[in-house]
């Protein structure tokens, strides 16, 4: 038995607009009304869902997120910090320097704050078109003190110039971080060992589920963990291909109702 879904948002619960269609609300009110656990996965932070969270009605006791790719589990309704993995500031200071090199910009997010950093001169940052919804802030490297909060870095840039730049990323920050991308235009880096599974586990344990017991939906690489972790991993049709083949089923596309499909078929069934 399905007891926790967990839904990623751009790709699969969003349509290309960046809506929710009337189908998927209402399969997902249905799961949760049979007391299935909803959990939006995303790589944003708090703030940046909170417009979806009310238009799913899902900002009540017991109701949770898990943001920033699994760098934090919250409660919705107060914004309180169940788990927290985050990054130092050495390895943000690190990562500047690799923007650099790569002439990158490079945006880190801390807390409800996006730092953009000078990293680059030739090409501006993206990311605050991919986020609106964010606070984004000028910031000079002096500013990363010890004492602030980093959950992560992203370089948002026009897809082709980026993944030129990706390929020349040295092979050691691939140990060093969970580098991934969430977006054709969007990449990450988070904490090593920190991924969209790490936050679900994390809050399955807290709620005594198992794996078996969690469906997790998604259509990116940075989804990959999740899909794998879950016992029931479903890719979107639109899903790059590698998140396909570790699922345990495709259901159709976000343009189509998939997040509802698969719901309506496994869970509400």
Do not use: W
């Amino acid at each position: 038995m399905i007891k926790l879904v967990a839904i990623d948002l751009d790709g699969t619960l969003l349509d290309g607009q960046k809506k929710i269609s009337l189908r998927n609300k209402k399969a997902l009110q249905k799961a949760r009304e049979q007391g299935t656990k909803v959990v939006i996965c995303t790589g944003r932070p708090l703030a940046g869902i909170r417009p979806y969270l009310e238009e799913l009605d899902m900002q009540g006791t017991g109701d949770y997120s898990i943001t920033f790719n699994g760098g934090l589990v919250q409660k919705n309704a107060t914004g309180e910090i169940v788990e927290k993995a985050a990054m130092k500031q050495e390895e943000i200071l690190d990562l500047v320097d690799l923007a650099k090199k790569l002439n990158l910009p490079l945006d880190v997010l801390s807390d409800d704050v996006v730092l953009s950093l000078p990293t680059s001169a030739q090409h501006l940052s993206i990311y605050p078109q991919l986020n609106p919804l964010l606070t984004f802030q000028a910031a000079a490297v002096e500013e990363l003190t010890s004492e602030r909060l980093y959950n992560k870095a992203v370089v948002g840039y026009h897809q082709e110039y980026l993944d030129e730049q990706i390929a020349q990323i040295p092979a050691i920050y691939k140990d060093r971080y969970e580098v991934i991308k969430s977006r054709g235009n969007l990449l990450e880096f988070m904490p090593k060992g920190i991924t969209k599974a790490y936050g679900i586990a994390s809050l399955a344990k807290d709620l005594n589920f198992s794996p078996a017991e969690v469906m997790g939906i998604g259509d990116e690489e940075n989804d990959l963990p999740m899909i794998e972790y879950a016992g029931f991993g479903v890719a979107m049709e639109n899903a790059v291909e590698q998140v396909k083949q570790k699922a345990n089923i495709i259901t159709a596309s976000n343009e189509e109702d998939g997040v509802a499909q698969v719901v309506e078929k496994y869970v509400l069934s």
